[in-house]
Every structure is written in C-alpha cells, then in structure tokens.
T-cell receptor, first 112, second 115 residues
C-alpha cells in the first residue's frame, strides 16, 4: 500500500484555470515537502510545511498542511504553461534524519 | 556548480553486467539518499547513508544491490548482474543535517537502460 496517495494522477487544463492537487495519508508526518520535477531532471523543492494547519504561499501557489499533519494540498491560481510538470509530495515520519516517502505524483499539463 | 552531481547521466548495460552510479553531494552535506524512479511514478526510497555508515537500507533489494559512502569521494550505488527490470532513473539527494525538516537536494539522476 502507498503511504502517501496523490490525486489526481494526471491533470490537463487550459491556461488561466485554477487547480488543486491533494496528498493524503493515514500517517502523521513531522514534515511534508512539495517538489516539482521536469523531464530529465531531479525534483526541485517548492516548500516545506511542518506545523498542522500551516499555509504557505509561493507566488500563485498555495500550500496547506492539514491540522492533523496527515494530508496536504497544493493550489495553483491562474495556471500557466510554465507550471507544467510532475508535482510530488513527500513526507518524513520522524523528526530525526530519515527517509522521505514520496507519493506517485501528479502530472500537470497546462495548455496555452 | 555546488549542487548534487551524479554521473553518468545515462548508462547502458547488457544483462549480467555491473552498473556503478556515482553521487557527489552538495558541499558541506554529509547525508546521502538514493531513490529509484520508474516513468510517470514517484520516487522509491532505496538507501540512506552518512559518511562510512549505512543508516537505513530498508528499500534496497536483498541481492545484487549495494551502496557505500566512503570518507573520501562520492557515494556509489552498485548493481551487479543487471536485469531488464533494473532499468530506471536513479536519483541521489543530500541534506546538510539530520533533522526532519531539512529538504532534500537532488541531482539530475542517472538513467540506466539494461538491454
């Protein structure tokens, strides 16, 4: 079973539309990260959330960590073709160093 | 370039050969993680190492796979007697400290193709 479930798996929208990507789990995480990956490259960190209920904004991207620290969402306002990519959430179960567990990602395509 | 460096970027091996993947972490980073990624999937954890120590290898296949991070030099992921199912992108990431909120800095991966 997948520890982190991301939905939707694929999303294709028109430029200017809004979208939300979800990352859900039955486990509690000490921290959760969102990454964006482009073809042929490694994932690049977008944000880290650590506090239940935390909301962080990065330009048109809004990230929320659930109150119970089990889930998170990424909302993009007025999507642009440059937002196209694979969005990955990853969580750490322990406060000490340890592996991050990744969801299977959401492949976003924004059409001009 | 002070980022995580992986080489080679592309590696082609025939079934039964050995594959050696190298990863130099960011300057000042002493924690290294290896992940494997299949097309259109997320990253699957393989192994977590600190200098000269394997901390967590719970994601490593029991046979043919090994990893090291020596005191000097890059971290090495070694796959012996490769099979077609080993074809994937292998990513290395590093962090500066052993705390839960320190982000992973990824290299651009090695794409292994087994023919």
């Amino acid at each position: 079973t997948q520890l982190l479930e991301q939905s939707p798996q694929f999303l294709s929208i028109q430029e200017g539309e809004n979208l939300t990507v979800y990352c859900n789990s039955s486990s509690v995480f000490s921290s959760l990260q969102w990454y964006r990956q482009e073809p042929g490259e490694g994932p690049v960190l977008l944000v880290t959330v650590v506090t239940g209920g935390e909301v962080k904004k990065l330009k048109r991207l809004t990230f929320q960590f659930g109150d119970a620290r089990k889930d998170s969402s990424l909302h993009i306002t007025a999507a642009q073709p440059g937002d196209t990519g694979l969005y990955l959430c990853a969580g750490r179960l322990n406060t000490n160093a340890g592996k991050s567990t990744f969801g299977d990602g959401t492949t976003l395509t924004v059409k001009p | 370039n002070a980022g995580v460096m992986q080489n080679p970027r592309h590696l082609v091996r025939r079934r039964g050969q050995e594959a050696r993947l190298r990863c130099s972490p960011m300057k000042g980073h002493s924690h290294v993680y290896w992940y494997r990624q299949l097309p259109e999937e997320g990253l699957k954890f393989m192994v977590y190492l600190q200098k000269e120590n394997i901390i967590d290898e719970s994601g490593m296949p029991k046979e043919r796979f090994s990893a090291e991070f020596p005191k000097e030099g890059p971290s090495i992921l070694r796959i012996q007697q490769v099979v077609r199912g080993d074809s994937a992108a292998y990513f290395c990431a590093s962090t500066s400290r052993g705390q839960g909120d320190s982000p992973l800095h990824f290299g651009n991966g090695t794409r292994l193709t087994v023919t």
